[in-house]
């Protein structure tokens, strides 16, 4: 099933429609933020964390956003009730807007986009191959439209073989350019990285359903932990967790998805299931 219709300022448009001028910053610069979550039973899951972050991103890239949290809330849902996608994804994007001298900030463009979603049930074991890379985004915090170096990265032939890379910078592991990173180390440790990342709302989730069970810390984590780890994987909203097999070319662990990833990955799944209107008590 395909989206029937994009949301662009205010109406619906039927997406193969959907369209914004070439004078937009997002176009001429690359000026714009982004977020993306997940619909369940046509039910966004976790949906004030993600608001959250993408008022802040907004307020940090001075973008103003004409909607009040309640209003684009009722604008979400009747997108959902609009295109009848039960399983899906939304994507909100704002930018920089029409700019007369393709430099200067204009009234933004809001464009909210639902595609169809098929769900990670189950982890996949196998593992991810992935590569460090020396890089650090320019304004972590913040969920810009920004991949150059991502892509540009992963077009090259250095890193046509992996899966996916990690950052790095002088202090510590940072994060992959989808994804947040975790470790867990030989003593049972779940650990991530705390500065210069985007603080993904799945990693926040993980956090709070592991300190519990395990002692967690956040913090920085140097190249030669990550080799030493024990196990290794990533999180994101549409992946969920994957464990980590090789990270340049180094086994991590036994090579295979290690006893807390599979743990981590059913307490997040049946989170994730208790968001839904049938499982909410």
């Known amino acids: 099933m395909t989206t029937k219709y994009s949301w662009i300022n205010g109406e619906f448009i039927p997406s193969d429609e959907a369209k914004i001028h070439v004078s937009d ?46 209003e684009l809330k009722h604008i979400i849902y009747g997108i959902i009730e609009k295109n009848d996608l039960p399983y899906s994804g939304m994507r909100f994007e704002l930018t920089g807007g029409y700019s007369k001298d393709a430099y200067t900030i204009s ?35 913040v969920k810009t439209i920004d991949y150059l170096m991502a892509i540009k990265t992963l077009s090259s032939g250095e890193y046509k073989d992996v899966d996916d890379i990690l950052y790095y910078n002088e202090h510590s592991i940072t994060e992959c350019p989808r994804a947040n ?8 440790v779940l650990k991530t990285a705390k500065d ?40 994101s909203t ?11 070319d180094k086994v991590i662990g036994n090579g295979q998805c290690g006893s807390v990833t599979d743990m981590l990955f059913t307490l997040l799944q049946e989170h994730i299931k208790h968001q839904t209107p049938s499982h909410t008590e």
């Open 25 to 70: 910053l997002a176009i001429q610069r690359g000026y714009g933020i982004f977020d993306y979550f997940k619909i369940i039973e046509n039910q966004p899951v976790f949906l004030d964390d993600y608001l959250d972050r993408f008022y802040r991103s907004a307020k940090e890239l001075f973008i103003p956003v004409k909607y009040e949290r309640d």
């Open 196 to 235: 210069q990342i985007l603080s993904g709302i799945t990693r926040k989730h993980i956090i709070q359903l592991a300190k519990p069970l395990m002692p967690v810390e956040i913090g920085p984590i140097s190249i030669q932990e990550v080799y030493e780890a024990e196990e290794a994987f990533i999180s």
């Open 181 to 188: 990173f975790f470790i867990v180390t030989k003593d049972k």
């Open 107 to 141: 009234e933004p463009n809001f464009i909210i986009i639902q595609q169809a979603l098929k769900l990670q049930d189950t982890i996949d074991k196998t593992g991810l191959k992935i590569k460090t890379f020396a890089h650090q985004r320019q304004l972590p915090q």
């Open 238 to 248: 549409t992946k969920n967790i994957m464990p980590i097999s090789h990270i340049d």
